[in-house]
């Protein structure tokens, strides 16, 4: 990791907008174009929340899209929806070939399942369509970049690793306020950094160690 002689500091809790422009004072006003990929991923994940376009999010947190018949839930006669008992749903944090990515799973009965369904009685949605519903979210190429972190990465870069994984956590705790999520497995963008951390000190250890043979070999040379 190089280091930065730091004229501006970042907030304690900063956005995303406050990240990027740390990143250009560190870089003579450019974003690189490898943090610039990474960075409009996080914002597009950030912004399902506030933006009005569809996305899996707002399926799947739909009532009208779930089954109250078997739900024990009702439409009230001026259109709300009530239902206590909202659809169950597995949660998995995944690092594929494109990124980190929060895949969901609906269920029938005790089984998770991964296929178009419509209508079905055992179904807890009316429709699931795998292709619109279950990736969550996707943060692309980041397990490249936590890995281009350790290597010659910043604070910049730092920071918006960590504000992924915040956005992440945001937007499970928020599934788990409006659905019954009763599965969050995988791993997260914390365990996947730390376990990185960890190998790069180990890679630090191992030049050191190397270091001091060859000075030890030099000497009994002498």
Not at 103 to 115: G, T, V
Not at 176 to 190: A, C, F, P, R, T
């Amino acid at each position: 990791m190089t280091k930065q002689n730091k004229k501006n500091e970042l907030p304690k809790n900063p956005t995303l907008k406050d990240i990027n422009w740390f990143k250009k004072q560190l870089n003579w006003g450019e974003l690189p174009p490898f943090y610039h990929l990474v960075a409009a991923s996080v914002g597009e994940a950030e912004g399902v929340f506030s933006h009005g376009f569809d996305n899996a999010i707002k399926r799947i947190t739909d009532k009208r899209n779930w089954n109250l018949a078997l739900l024990g839930g009702e439409e009230l006669e001026n259109g709300e929806i009530k239902c206590d008992n909202p659809p169950r749903l597995a949660l998995y944090q995944v690092f594929t070939e494109r990124g980190f990515e929060l895949f969901a799973f609906p269920y029938a009965k005790d089984k998770e399942i991964d296929q178009y369904v419509k209508e079905n009685k055992l179904m807890e949605f009316n429709v699931w369509d795998p292709h619109a519903m279950r990736n969550v979210l996707r943060i692309n190429q980041l397990h490249k970049y936590i890995q281009f972190y350790f290597q010659r990465g910043d604070e910049a870069d730092k920071a918006l690793i960590l504000h992924s994984h915040k956005i992440v956590h945001k937007t499970i705790e928020y599934l788990k306020s409006e659905l019954n999520v009763i599965k969050v497995s995988g791993v997260s963008i914390k365990e996947y950094y730390q376990k990185a951390e960890r190998s790069a000190d180990a890679c630090q250890d191992e030049l050191a160690l190397a270091h001091l043979m060859a000075n030890e070999m030099l000497q009994k040379k002498e």
